[in-house]
């Protein structure tokens, strides 16, 4: 499956923007969908997952509550809607693919066998 995520952008703290995933090749409600970011000289880490059933949500504890991870299968379209940004929400944003079931191990980037290339959100205070 070909992952390209988009929807990145330059937004004002306190505001919204909403991240897409489009995936083409392998059909794509085969994939759990996981978001990661790298921030600024910092590792990348994992930001939310969605089963590919759409039944099972995940999220990292720093975006809890501001962040909702979504799918529509029949647009092979996976989302991260974000509001509430802050400054420190300023990434690179990729979405990757994990083929594999439900495991702990899903924050790790290992899990995920296909990635797309990042979408820049720049969060100004």
């Known amino acids: 499956v070909q992952l390209q995520a988009s929807g990145g952008g330059l937004v004002k703290a306190g505001g919204s923007l909403r991240l897409s995933c489009a995936a083409s090749?392998?059909?794509?409600?085969?994939?759990?969908i996981g978001w990661f970011r790298r921030a600024p000289g910092k590792d990348r880490e994992f930001v939310a997952r969605?089963?590919?059933?759409?039944?099972?949500?995940y999220y990292a504890d720093s975006v809890k509550g501001r962040v909702t991870v979504s799918r529509d299968n029949a647009k092979k379209t996976a989302y991260l809607q974000m509001n509430s940004l802050k400054a420190e929400d300023t990434a690179v944003y990729y979405c990757a693919a994990d083929s594999g079931p439900y495991s702990d191990d899903y924050s790790r980037a290992i899990k995920y066998q296909y990635w797309g290339q990042g979408t820049l959100v720049t969060v100004s205070s």
């Open positions: 090749g392998h059909t794509f409600s085969y994939y759990s």
């Open positions: 969605i089963s590919w059933d759409n039944m099972h949500t």
